[in-house]
């Protein structure tokens, strides 16, 4: 009777086994496509929206000081439609395959806005700044595919009661605390020369945002499965933080797009906006609290990676190609059709070479 247990034991341990080498299942399949197309449609979005800042900065004011001129241009409603159908795909991938799998696929948004900059905006980038880029996203990838995966929540109270919970309510007030400090002290003051001010205002209202929108995707997971979670009312609050989040992001965003070399504001604001998320997800979620050591220092040895790539960015952000001197180099294409003088890599602008 035992021999014919363990027989039966092993064969079904063989089943799994090979059940497992399978492949990927078609819901994996699904949010893989799902996960690539949303990084082409966010990264083309940012050169779209760009062409459409500058069409409307040529006959009005720009985002950069203020102006929203912007809205009343089609081009950048093409690139802001193509931005939410981006998110959109992104938020559905979600839904078919683990964010483990799903995540890192957002560092592809950097790799396309990049090439299609080259192309079509004919932004330079230095070759260190390429390395620094490619660090960025290693970085990123290695904090991604060792994050844990996301914990069991079965109603929308758990998620408010998580955000409740001191500790992120510290978290969550010392974001708005900076935020507000860097809209209105160095914002003003520093926003058209420093472009950390605009990207830092986007990926820390942005840590909050996506918080508010895994709540969200949670209630509307369990309102279609029959566990109706839009009669609380903490759907409804994590929804208005969602809308909230989301204007203030779009708004700095465009300022920071405007301002600087697309190249450079796609892959510090992934950095940023990825690290602060899972920052934010870690206190939220308690996610290290179902780690092993070894990956706790993975994750830390990959956001040293991010650093690493930033610095290396922040380097070369005036080096001419083939040259190792720091000096600000002059624009080397413009285009007469908008006005518009396209600069090399700028981590700060040179106002002495752009008009306002």
């Known amino acids: 009777m035992a021999a014919s247990e363990v027989a039966a034991a092993a064969a079904a341990s063989a089943a799994t086994t090979s059940g497992a080498y399978n492949g990927m299942s078609s819901d994996n399949i699904k949010g893989l496509v799902l996960g690539l197309s949303s990084s082409f449609f966010i990264g083309a979005s940012f050169i779209v929206k760009k062409k459409g800042l500058k069409k409307a900065g040529a006959t009005g004011s720009r985002a950069g000081v203020g102006g929203y001129s ?5 081009l950048w409603w093409v690139g802001m439609i193509t931005m939410i159908v981006g998110e959109i795909a992104n938020f559905a991938a979600y839904a078919f395959a683990p964010a483990i799998l799903v995540t890192p696929l957002g560092a592809l948004s950097i790799i396309i806005s990049a090439v299609l900059a080259h192309i079509i905006l004919r932004e330079k980038l230095h070759i260190f700044g390429i390395l620094g880029c490619a660090l960025c996203v290693v970085g990123s990838t290695t904090i991604v595919l060792h994050a844990p995966q996301e914990r069991e929540i079965d109603s929308v109270k758990e998620v408010w ?5 001191p500790a992120f309510l510290f978290y969550a007030a010392l974001v708005i605390t900076v935020v507000l400090i860097l809209i209105f002290h160095y914002v003003p003051q520093y926003g058209q020369t420093h472009i950390m001010f605009y990207i830092g205002v986007c990926s820390l209202v942005g840590s909050l945002s996506v918080m508010s929108v895994k709540a969200l995707g949670i209630a509307l997971k ?15 609050a994590f929804a208005l933080v969602v809308i ?10 465009n300022k920071a797009l405007d301002t600087f070399n697309t190249a450079v ?4 604001y992934y950095v940023m906006f990825t690290s602060l998320t899972i920052l ?5 979620f ?3 609290d179902r780690q092993n050591p070894t990956q706790i220092v993975t994750e830390i040895c990959g956001f040293v990676t991010i650093l690493s790539g930033t610095f290396l960015l922040h380097k070369t952000k005036d080096m001419v190609e083939g040259s190792t001197s720091t000096t600000p180099r002059l624009p080397k ?3 007469k059709d908008d006005n518009f003088v396209h600069e090399g890599i700028h981590l700060k602008r040179q106002e002495s070479f752009i008009t306002p």
């Open 222 to 236: 369990l309102t279609l499965s029959g566990m109706n979670q839009l009669i609380y009312p903490q759907t409804w």
């Open 280 to 284: 934010a997800s870690v206190i939220m």
């Open 286 to 288: 308690k996610d290290w």
């Open 244 to 253: 909230v989040c989301v204007l203030t992001q779009m708004n700095y965003l």
């Open 333 to 335: 294409h413009t285009d």
């Open 70 to 74: 912007y809205l009343y241009e089609p």
């Open 161 to 165: 009661d998580l955000a409740t919970e």
């Open 265 to 268: 504001v796609s892959p510090i």
